[in-house]
């Protein structure tokens, strides 16, 4: 029989306060089933989080004020615009707030960094005429954007040709730019006679004597180019089981196992089916006291990618390293991802696409680590998360969400982590999405998914062709580069990406009034011009210890913090983040490890040539110091840890 939702899931139901709070401007408060005090959500008052920016703090105060003023004045001409264009059919597509939401009980509260999402009736002869005239418009519109996105990656691409061709022309090698080029080449070498050894080895049928391996590949032959991280782990010697995980909002999402297939059996399909949508509860399937265990590891991935980014760069991928080391390694995917898939809801019915990442966070990221301790018998489990993965733990943890989550989590280790925006918020594309209002944005990128012909080109493009244009298209519009990754292995890179994800999603991170207005996750823009100014003022008055303004995001709760900061990365501000924690502005915040990796770009920290060296051996040590000790007792020692 179905669980009674309403009464077993988390309860985020905005109360009447909620809606008081609302008339009066100020925040309400989130209800959590774990805990039976409120919390209060008010916007926080001023603090500091110190000054990051390599220009001096009064400059970077007067550019964004500069900015911000520059914001209004565009927002409020495309406003005009807007309403002109869509009359009364916002309305229209956002019924009521008095009208019945899907799954009230787990609505999140209204929050002053996270704008209202739309709410849907449910489906209507007349509202599905609506979505479908909406969607054909969208569609056509959605299309032009990324027509001239792709105009522009190919127009750099021929640019960058040029330049190539006329280093030749002069005798100088192109190539001589890229810091592992001797590396790479060694690299495909090895690959063409792992290639010559596979073929001889299906020839015999049998093991490969000539260099016995710990895990033999179980796959082989030319890299098929193929979304499926089964069979790139079975090119290094281990697979992937799939589990399906439903989230307490009725999501059904996917979870990858990686294991060792000489040394574990593989769980039934029907255990690897969805659970229900409670969390932390039920019996555990196995003795966590046994003996020589792994320890678990969950692997959550960046914006507009899977997991499988975890798992392109043969045996330097960080989920194949880990696990290699000695660790259980999971990969969580968020909602919706390769396929998306509901309890009840269809992927054509608006209601399935009205989230975005405090969602992801609160909701998928619990679901994921419920099951991870579930299928192993743990208390906790090691967390490591890149870019998106790392924002929405960081949403989720903070004291005005899920904070007892930090109950769950040994380590939180941030790769690349997205709290502060980059300077790479100001290009063209990105300015352009902050600048126009919701019902313009809903109107051009739709009210389901965000471009979701993307996916569509996936399946029908070679993938060789996908996976280059993939790679030209995220590098016009993110700025970064392949100079430091295995440029054989970069259209296996871009398999996994992009996949399915709200529209809300993308506004949420580069709407108006979200991220991309505000900066910070957690933060409004008006708060960190006053941290700012505050630690300007203590600066020169030489007071650096004097006391700040204590309006700290996270509680007791919070596990250890390690970051690893790409310092050449124009996406997200790392260094500001880690300024943040050194200045005591988070007091229950408990930074064991922290590193700059000045040439990286944001990407490197998963797909560099050295990103082993650079991350993955820091990251499997901090995993290991920071292991509870009742679980180091029976929890084998990862190989190379000191």
Known sequence: MAPRIAERRTSLEPTQEAEDATIHNRAPRILLHSDPNPIDVRPPTPKATGNLLRSSPDIELRNLRTSREDEKVESAVTAVVADGLLGDTQ???????????????????????????????????????????????????????????????LVGFAGTQLDNLRMRISGEDPNARRKFYAEERERQLNREKELRRWKRRQAKRDVDEEAPDECPPLEGGRDLLVCDVGYYARRVGLDVETFKVQTEDGFIITLWHVYNPQEYTPSSE????????????????????????????????????????????????????????????????????????????SIGDPRMWAWNIRHMGVLDLTALISRVLFETGFEKLGLVCHSQGTAQTFVALSKHHRPELGKKISVFCALAPAVYAGPLIERLYFRFMRVIPAGMFRTIFGIHAFIPIMMTVHRFLHPRIYGALGYHVFAHLFGWSDVRWDRGLRDRMFQFAPVYISSETIRWWLGQGCFATQRCILARMEDTLAEMEE??????????????????????????????????????????????????????????????????????????????????KEVRDVIYMTMPEEARKYCRVPKGVP
């Open 91 to 153: 309305k229209q597509l956002q019924p009521p707030q008095q009208q019945q939401r899907y799954h009230p009980d787990t609505t999140l509260s209204e929050h002053p960094l996270f704008p209202p999402l739309p709410s849907y009736s449910p489906p209507s002869f007349a509202l599905t005429v609506r979505c479908v005239a909406l969607q054909c418009v969208s569609f056509v519109l959605s299309l032009l954007f990324l027509g001239i996105v792709v105009i522009g990656a």
């Open 270 to 345: 029907e255990e690897r089916g969805p659970r229900g949508p409670d969390v932390f509860t039920g019996r555990r399937r196995l003795d966590a006291s046994s003996r020589n265990r792994r320890y678990p590891v969950l692997l959550v991935h960046g914006l507009l990618q899977s997991a499988g980014a975890f798992c392109v760069n043969d045996d330097d991928s960080l989920a194949f390293y880990l696990c290699k080391a000695g660790y259980d390694v999971w990969l969580g995917n968020n909602r919706c991802g390769m396929t998306p898939e509901h309890t009840t809801l």
């Open 535 to 616: 630690d300007l003022r203590l600066q020169q008055d030489g007071d650096q210890s004097g006391s700040r303004t204590d309006t700290a995001w996270y509680g007791p709760q919070t596990p250890p913090f390690a970051l690893w900061v790409a310092g050449s990365d124009a996406l997200v501000d790392g260094r500001r983040l880690l300024q943040r924690f050194r200045s005591g502005r988070e007091p229950h915040v408990q930074v064991v490890h922290s590193k700059v990796v000045e040439e990286y770009e944001h990407l490197d920290v998963l797909w560099a040539m050295d990103a082993v060296d650079q991350v993955g």
